[in-house]
DNA sequence: GTCTATATACTGATAGAC
DNA sequence: GTCTATCAGTATATAGAC
């Protein structure tokens, strides 16, 4: 718990940033954020109007903490392939899911505009991101130059979250690093030995 | 609702199949069921023992539904290659999600591993099915010779996955297309004008 | 087989004492 | 600011009539 480390707004946020990352907003109840955070009732409604203030509140720092956590390494040293490489490898808590990504399959998150607006500006901001890097890393010939920058960076994006839910129906994350590894041998194929078609298939 | 169609334990049974993937375990309870189901409390704990058991005949026809669909389109004519593409291609309801991938978010059927198993089972099916394919393909000269099979079949699985996880973001079923598109362009370069690196990156 | 009652616990919130 | 009391409604069943 949080009990006697920081304010009780902030105990209330931290643990409903965790809930909502193990159950989700319609699995996490007031309750279960008040016994987490070590508050009364009281608290809560005195700081926040209710569920969908503090569910906001927590949304908004987990969307901001995902999206530093992703720059510290996409804006890092490195070639464009090599920063790309280093976010797929980055250390995950895979089995966790992803806080952002799993809050996309919660009903009452993709009903509530304001809920959602976190969600998308971060999984929007992150697919820029990559496909600016995508885009550096074809002017050096790391890439393609037939690629869509947008497109494989989607398909970066994706296959993380993806990876996420092959990892938790697997109950192991090496399908989460099998996915991986994957994506990274399409993106960066190994020479000499590599013999891609030349040609379209038949 | 399906009041006059079949018999009440397949109304409730379908009842379940809708709700689970519109709203998830936590997220559905007896009383929507049994409302959408037209169905009253009796009916239901006489057929089922309870909310598990249903979810779990519900879950276990999700899942082999989904295998079916896809084998049609794996198991139909074409090339690997063409196979694989239109298993990709594949008509979606993007923004409803993947009735089974979506279970993985919800705490309660990770939790429990009757819930999990066939959920398990299904994507498990399915990458090992891609990665015959991609095998197939291989030999046939369609996909590089480097490539692990089983990567890329996690790989193409994630992506799908991922892909519901961008356009219920967004509230568009653009983005998952996008992330579709990338990994197309990745799994078959086009030639003549392909020019792929063929050193790895400096 | 299906229905209506009943039961206990929890949900999400308000009221008012301290 | 925090607490306890209270509340109408829901979650997940069980009991027993029909």
Known sequence: MYSDCVSTP???IEATRELLWE???VGTSPKAILQRAGAGQGSMYHHFTGKPELALAAVRRTAQEMRATAEAVLGGPGSPCERIESYLRRERDVLRGCPVGRLTMDPEVVASDALRA?????LDWLRERLAGIVEEGQELGEFGSALDGEEIAATIVATVQGGYVLARASGSAAAFDTGIRGLLSLLTPRAPGHDSPTRPRT
């Open 118 to 122: 976190p969600v998308d500006e971060t």
């Open 10 to 12: 902030e105990r209330l």
């Open 23 to 25: 159950r989700g907003y």
